[in-house]
């Protein structure tokens, strides 16, 4: 069956330092993947789109990385902030549907300490 | 240009009830989705409506829920005779014609609670 995976366990870092998250995913060959922030009572904010052709995409602070041969996609933050704290999720496209309807992962919380 | 709007923000209902909630989309965005979260896990796709049409329903449970997104006015997610499972966040989000499958933009949601 599709299976999207991110670290379910929450993410500690210190300001400053570069965050890694991962997303792999099984049984997909998605057209693009999508990174979203989701804070505590709110809805997802888009954060970057990475098409399969694509290696690598950035955006101010972020990177993102997409291996669709290891099947998984790692997301960075640079120079990290407190304020950058929150849950992070990542999205696939169903490949072959035309209806834009997205997979989610469970997400992953990151918590930067000052 | 406003984001997407969800109300409520909070329902409360009791079982048996109905709960409906509303989605207006961003200004210009034609495409509409919903999504539920429960407790504890990620979101799941419900339903993917055009104008007056639905397209993608395969994530909606067969029974009890319905989606509509007529010509004028906010699209409307149904549940009749609510359960405690259906206590959860429900997701709105949008896009613009044509970009279907990029950017979503998403509501604040509206958190349910079924007694």
């Known amino acids: 069956s599709q299976k999207i995976e991110q670290n379910s366990e929450a993410l500690n870092i210190q300001e400053g330092k570069t965050a890694t998250l991962t997303c792999n995913y099984t049984?997909?060959?998605?057209?693009?993947l999508q990174w979203y922030r989701q804070d505590p009572g709110r809805g997802p904010v888009f954060l970057l789109l990475?098409?399969?052709?694509?290696k690598e995409k950035r955006k101010e602070r972020l990177k993102v990385t997409f291996d669709t041969t290891l099947k998984q996609s790692l997301f960075h933050i640079t120079a990290s902030q407190p304020a950058d704290s929150a849950t992070y999720l990542c999205?696939?496209?169903?490949?072959?549907?035309?209806?834009?309807?997205?997979?989610f992962g469970q997400g992953t919380t990151l918590q930067v300490k000052p | 240009n406003a984001g997407v709007m969800q109300n409520p923000r909070h329902l409360v209902r009791r079982r048996g009830q109905e709960a409906r909630l509303r989605c207006s989309p961003m200004?210009?965005?034609?495409?509409v989705y919903w999504y539920r979260q429960l407790p504890e896990e990620g979101l799941k796709f419900m339903v993917y409506?055009?104008?007056?049409?639905?397209?993608?329903e395969s994530g909606m449970p067969k029974e009890r829920f319905s989606a509509e997104f007529p010509k004028e006015g906010p699209s409307i997610l149904r549940i009749q005779q609510v359960v405690r499972g259906d206590s959860a966040a429900y997701f709105c989000?949008?896009?613009?014609?044509?970009?279907?499958?990029?950017?979503?933009?998403f509501g604040p949601g509206t958190r349910l609670l079924v007694l």
């Open positions: 989000a949008s896009s613009p014609p044509f970009r279907q499958k990029e950017t979503q933009y």
């Open positions: 049984n997909y060959s998605p057209a693009y």
């Open positions: 990475i098409r399969e052709n694509e």
């Open positions: 999205a696939l496209d169903r490949g072959s549907s035309n209806t834009g309807k997205l997979i």
């Open positions: 200004k210009g965005h034609s495409h």
């Open positions: 409506l055009q104008k007056e049409n639905i397209i993608d």
